[in-house]
């Protein structure tokens, strides 16, 4: 999940590979696309998955989710809700 500075917009998406979608977030590779649109840089939550199939199944789970359901599952693993993104480059 990516979010934006204020962490006012939520952005759910499925990648195969989380470092390079979150640099293209980061840098606005996609100028139109939402999260660029939102200004949205800050990786706040993700899930790792064995099969595509699964990752996309549980991205529109969550994507019919309510706000609120989506703020007690990204307190769960992320309480302060911090920037996750530096240490995912890392990898």
């Known amino acids: 999940m990516m979010t934006?500075?204020?962490r006012s917009t939520l952005y759910i998406g499925v990648t195969s590979?989380?470092?390079s979608r979150i640099y293209e977030h980061q840098n606005k590779i996609y100028p139109e696309s939402f999260t660029a649109k939102y200004n949205l840089t800050f990786c706040i939550y993700y899930e790792a998955f064995n099969a595509i199939e699964e990752a996309i199944a549980r991205e529109k789970?969550?994507?019919?989710w309510n706000r609120s359901k989506k703020e007690y599952?990204?307190?769960?693993?992320?309480?302060e809700w911090k920037d996750l993104s530096y240490d995912i480059?890392?990898?």
């Open 73 to 79: 599952l990204i307190g769960l693993l992320n309480k």
């Open 17 to 19: 590979d989380l470092r």
């Open 89 to 91: 480059l890392q990898w």
């Open 4 to 6: 934006n500075y204020q």
């Open 61 to 64: 789970q969550l994507k019919r």
